[in-house]
């Protein structure tokens, strides 16, 4: 019989001796099943715990119900009063009752907080039911496990779990809404997210009303973070930038844009670039992302300043300023690239001759150079050359360059870019052809060079640089790449109206 130091007038669970490695086992069940949100005999599990603690929140056997509570915790958390407000009320009580005991350690487990599902939980409970102290498996001693003060203070972050700053003494943690953001924000940058677009849109959403340093930094280290997804080539739809932007533009930069203690030079880089020379810094802030989250949370700031960051910096409003206007700058310039107009009309100069004949040698100087983004602008001007073009040679030369165009980007081509071009290829694939020739095979685009284009642009003056040169230009093949090219653009951009 346990002896009881509390809960007087309670029916006493503990008068029958509970088979406890079998409730350890329901517990388990409980933490387990990830997504049950109502289910009668886990409720059931739960609240017999409670009972269990609430019949002697100061007894012998109080640390396994608390434990039991803090396997189950996330559970109760999305159950009702009748249960989570229950489980609250037992660790409140387990709480005041085991807070004030003596002891000798200078540490706890507790203050590491609880993972979520907290599974090391089980390999507490398990030894402590019959009285085992072997706990060196993870990393504290059963002594300070079964510890009163260490109890009290798991039963604290249990209740501020449930009910957040309902409890003093607690380890920081970061909020359940901020850590959502960060989960879900973390999917789509790593390419598993649910919904990508609108999540990228919304980072950092926040900064169209917020007015404290440390949410408007937060939330601008999470829109900065989002913007380098959004302006990788993933994105195909304009309206995900224009909303970055938007948010953004809510930022008072000329407002916090003041003198500050840190002067020009004193401002940390943003983790994840190149220009960060800060190899050091705490891994809870290596990435923007995570950085800015944690900026915005109460109890994210608090756990920056346990890692030993000095928040005077990141939540400084010159340094936030600059950020946000570094990202605008960026935004703006990459959504123009990626969805605006490109002029190529200046590359007459460059590719055409006085006579308005294709000067080849610059041309192809420039396809196999290395600059991508040149390229991609002579693929642009080649799909709107092709309709004056010389002849049928100049023709396949500009073809050909276009398509090659489309397949230098990767995860594929700008919007910009591919909208000239599947209008070309569209063209060409239409354009009645032979669909049989007389080679064998037809060499793959990745294979041409500029070599192959000057023997195609005048083949009676430039040899054939390798056998399957001529192969490159017959008119089955051609098309059957122009059919692909415009596929890939359709799956890549959606399809033409």
């Known amino acids: 019989m346990i002896e009881s130091t509390d809960g007087e007038g309670v029916a006493d669970p503990s008068e029958t001796t509970p088979d406890l490695q079998a409730l ?22 739960v609240l017999d715990c409670v009972r269990r603690l609430v019949a002697d929140p100061g007894g012998d056997r109080a640390p396994l119900w608390v434990l039991g509570l803090a396997m189950t915790l996330a559970y109760a958390d999305r159950r009702p009063e009748r249960v989570s ?106 390419g598993h997210g649910f919904d990508a677009y609108n999540e990228i849109a919304d980072a950092g959403s926040e900064l169209r009303f917020v007015t404290s340093d440390g949410d408007r930094a937060g939330g601008v280290l999470v829109a900065t973070a989002a913007s380098w997804y959004a302006l990788s080539g993933v994105v195909r739809e304009r309206w995900v930038l224009d909303e970055l932007i938007e948010t953004l533009e809510k930022v008072p930069l000329d407002a916090l844009d003041h003198p500050c203690a840190h002067g020009d030079d004193g401002h940390p880089g943003l983790p994840g670039l190149l220009d960060d020379d800060e190899p050091d810094r705490p891994a809870i802030a290596d990435d923007t992302l995570t950085l800015g989250v944690h900026l915005g949370d109460d109890g994210g700031r608090a756990l920056l300043e346990q890692a030993g960051l000095d928040l005077s910096l990141w939540l400084c409003p010159r340094f936030t300023a600059a950020t946000a206007r570094g990202t605008l700058s960026e935004l703006r310039e990459g959504r123009e690239e990626l969805f605006g107009h490109r002029e190529t009309g200046h590359l007459d100069t460059e590719f055409l001759r006085a006579d308005g004949t294709l000067a080849i040698e610059p041309f192809t100087a420039l396809f196999d150079g290395r600059d991508e983004s040149a390229r991609e602008l ?52 239409e354009t009645p052809h032979p669909h049989t020739c007389a080679h064998d095979d037809h060499p793959a685009l990745e294979r041409l060079d500029g070599a192959v284009l000057r023997h195609l642009h005048a083949p009676e003056t430039v040899p054939a640089p390798r056998p399957d040169a001529e192969a490159f230009g017959c008119p089955a093949h051609l098309a059957a790449l122009a059919a692909a090219g415009v596929r890939d653009v359709d799956g890549w951009c959606g399809e033409e109206n």
């Not at 350890?24 to 933490?31: L, M």
């Not at 100049?394 to 050909?400: A, D, G, K, P, Q």
């Not at 910009?416 to 290829?425: N, S, V």
Request: hydrophobic share 40%; with cysteine.
């Open 85 to 190: 407000g229950a489980v609250h009320d037992a660790l409140d009580r387990a709480d005041r009752a085991l807070k004030n005991r003596p002891c000798t350690h200078t540490e706890h487990p507790y203050e590491d907080g609880l993972d979520d599902p907290p599974h090391y939980l089980e390999d507490v409970a398990r030894p402590l039911a019959h009285g085992d102290t072997d706990f060196s498996a993870i990393g504290w001693t059963g002594e300070q496990w079964a510890c009163p003060r260490n109890i009290a203070g798991l039963a604290r972050v249990g209740m501020d779990r449930l009910e957040p700053g309902s409890a003093a003494d607690v380890p920081a943690r970061l909020s359940e809404d901020a850590q959502d953001t960060l989960d879900r924000l973390n999917s789509v940058l790593e």
């Open 378 to 429: 002579q693929g642009i001007w080649a799909a709107r050359r092709h309709a004056h073009a010389a002849d049928d040679r100049e023709r396949t030369v500009l073809v050909l360059t276009a398509a090659t165009a489309l397949r230098i980007t990767h995860p594929g081509p700008a919007i910009a870019l591919a909208r000239d071009i599947r209008t070309l290829l569209r063209t060409v694939a």
């Open 24 to 45: 350890i086992g329901a517990w388990q069940d409980v933490q387990d099943d990830v997504r049950a949100h109502g289910n009668p005999e886990y409720d059931e599990t």
